[in-house]
Each structure stands twice: as C-alpha cells, then as structure tokens.
C-alpha cells in the first residue's frame, strides 16, 4: 500500500512539473511573437500613383492618393502628404500603386517636360538624324549612343571617321521623352542627347563639317573604349605600286608590303691584269622586269 501511495505521489509531482514547463513555455513563445504581430500596425501614410504616369508629367490631385504605410522600414525620401507631391513634375516613369519618393520627383516650379530631365550642369542638344544615323529609330529616349563623325581633312586627303564622343544619353526622339511601351523604334528626324556644355560645342561644330551617326550601346556597356578611327587605307590597304620590287611576288607584297625589298641593279667588279698592272672593271645590270601578277 505504502508503494502505491508513493507511487502517486511522484506521478501527480511529474504532472504538475510537465504543465509548470509547458507554462513557462508558451508565455515565452507569445513574447517572441508579439513584435511581429505589432509590425503590422500602420506607422504613417505615404503618396502613391494612381494611375501609371510618364515622365514629365506635372502631378495633379487625381493622379496620386494615399495609403497606410505599415512598420518602421520607411524608404528615405518617402513622400507622406499630397502637398509635397502635387504640382511637381516625375522625372521616371511611374507606376500605379508606387509610392513616390524625393529622388521621383523635380524640384518645386521647375515645371515637367524635358528640362526636369536635364541634371545640374548639363545641356540639351538636339542632332538632325535620318533613319540610318538614328539606327533605324531605335535611339529612343533612355537609350546610350556613341557619336561618330565622317569627314574629310581641309584641302583635300582621305575620308576618316572617329567616335568623337561615347555613352552619351539620349533624351528624347522628336518631341517624345517617353519610350514606347512596346519598345517599338521611333523614326524621327532629330534626336536630343543630354552632353555638357563643351561636348555640346563640340557636336554642333562636327554636325556642320561632316555626316554624324550614332552607334547604339547596351544599357549596361558604360566603359569606354580607345579607338584610332578608320580611314581609307586602312579598310582598302595601302595601294599597290605599278611594278613590283625585284625577288616580291604579288602575294608577297599583299601580305606585307611594307617588307618588300627595293630594286636595286645588280653589279659586277672584274679584277684583271695587263702589262703587270692591276685592274678593276665594273659591269652594270640593268634591273630585270617585273612579273605582272596574274589575273
């Protein structure tokens, strides 16, 4: 009976331990997890599009809206009241439901359209293109060109072209500062490129001495690349003279002119005797003809 008894006695000891522990576990289980249940209380408001918006669009009251924005984890330059965005111009394209922020935005009174685009200490120069020095219109505004330039030395000398300029960015196609949402080109007779004010120089002189087209970049080619042009020669080889040196074949010379050897006459020095006298009497060969190359 004593054996029972105590027996038990250490069973109802082990129960009311295991609910003590089971206790102390779950309150510690829902301290954990009250921070999270409190990241879903709404910390503030912020401004967001209500409908997708371009670039260079002014904001007005019906184009934005506000929400509760939840937790502590605020983007910097979040924009929290409708004041702060209405009547400023977005300078990136905006989508519905994005929350707008400091760097989205122009400065108060600039205005939209293309001059929010161009950055402090910039300019805006336009270049009359055609199809083929626009790359078939897919020079659109966003893209990156390098700017090559063909023409001619003052009196006279071969053609040469050079990329006087690279990674510039374009603006604008026409009067479109927006890209097509398709992506289709856009055939248009000027094309805007954002440059400093010695670049802009530099373009307006070249556009009037010779013909400029564009090379277009990948979005993610920035470096840029040392180049020595081209000219004629060095897309033609250097022209090949009427006749060929003495020993130079015609495929000789095609491979390496610049190794050929000259022509020379060949000459010879006879050395005799008379009357116990030494002489010396030279003989000169003419050059010998040239093998025409074969046609």
Request: aromatic letters at 2%.
């Given at each position: 009976m004593a054996v029972r008894t105590r027996s038990l006695v250490l069973l109802f000891v082990a129960l009311a331990a295991g609910g003590a522990a089971a206790w102390i576990s779950l309150g510690y289980l829902r301290n954990q997890a009250q921070p999270l249940l409190q990241s879903n209380a709404v910390a503030g408001t912020a401004v967001v599009a209500s409908k997708d918006l371009p670039v260079g669009t002014v904001l007005k009251e019906e184009d934005v809206h506000l929400i509760g924005w939840p937790g502590d984890a605020v983007p910097v330059g979040l924009i929290r009241t409708k004041g702060e965005a209405v009547g400023r111009g977005v300078v990136t394209t905006m989508r519905l439901n994005e929350p707008f922020l400091e760097s989205k935005l122009a400065q108060r009174g600039t205005g939209g359209g293309m001059p929010i685009l161009i950055t402090e200490g910039m300019r805006a120069?336009?270049?009359?293109?055609?199809?083929v020095a626009a790359v078939a219109g897919f020079v659109v505004p966003g893209t990156r060109v390098d700017v090559l330039l063909t023409m001619a030395p003052q009196g006279g000398g071969e053609p040469t072209t050079k990329a006087i300029m690279q990674n510039l960015?374009?603006?604008?196609?026409?009067q479109s500062i927006q890209v097509d949402a398709e992506g289709k080109p856009q055939p248009v007779p000027v094309i805007t490129l954002l440059v400093t004010p010695e670049q802009a120089e530099t373009l307006a002189l070249a556009s009037g001495q010779g013909r400029i087209q564009m090379a277009l970049r990948n979005a993610l080619d920035t470096l840029p690349i040392r180049t020595n042009g081209a000219r004629l020669t060095t897309i033609m080889g250097a022209p090949?003279?009427?006749?060929?040196p003495v020993g130079t074949t015609p495929q000789t010379w095609r491979r390496n002119p610049a190794a050929a050897p000259t022509p020379?006459?060949?000459?010879?020095?006879?050395?005799?005797?008379?009357?116990?006298?030494?002489?010396?009497t030279k003989f000169t060969r003419p050059k010998p003809p040239v093998p025409q190359e074969e046609k």
């Open positions: 120069l336009s270049i009359r293109v055609d199809d960015q374009a603006l604008a196609a026409g090949r003279p009427a006749t060929l020379v006459a060949e000459e010879t020095i006879v050395e005799g005797f008379r009357g116990g006298e030494r002489t010396l």
